[in-house]
């Protein structure tokens, strides 16, 4: 069975830092493409960044520069280390298994994410 739980949430202030973590379980995590996608209030959902196995890493342009995904395939863990975060970065963060490629890309598993609120 699959699962994906994310952790590190929270409040900080603008120009503060924090560090996601997604503890994943169930599947071969080594071998998959691993996302990060956030949802502002009233707002739909908005791709992050991914990592994939080899490891290479994409992000949003909105994020670029200020956050680093990284995964640590012996702990099953993926993370997401946001610095110099803004009000506009608010939202629920999620962590996304990856199926596909391509023409194919989807998502066909979600963690229940976690909430980060930058706000002074």
């Known amino acids: 069975q699959v699962q994906l739980v994310e952790s590190g949430g929270g409040l900080v202030q603008p120009g503060g830092s924090l560090r996601l973590s997604c503890a994943a379980s169930?599947?071969?995590?080594?071998?998959?493409?691993m996302s990060w996608v956030r949802q502002a209030p009233g707002k739909g959902l908005e791709w992050v960044s991914d990592?994939?196995?080899?490891?290479?890493?994409y992000y949003a342009d909105s994020v670029k520069g200020r956050f680093t995904i990284s995964r640590d395939n012996a702990k099953n863990t993926l993370y997401l280390q946001m610095n110099s975060l803004k009000p506009e970065d608010t939202a629920v963060y999620y962590c996304?298994?990856?199926?596909?490629?391509?023409?194919?890309?989807?998502?066909?598993?979600w963690g229940q994410g976690t909430q980060v609120t930058v706000s002074s």
């Open positions: 169930g599947f071969t995590f080594s071998t998959y493409i």
């Open positions: 996304a298994k990856v199926l596909g490629a391509g023409s194919d890309y989807s998502y066909d598993y």
């Open positions: 990592i994939s196995y080899g490891p290479s890493t």
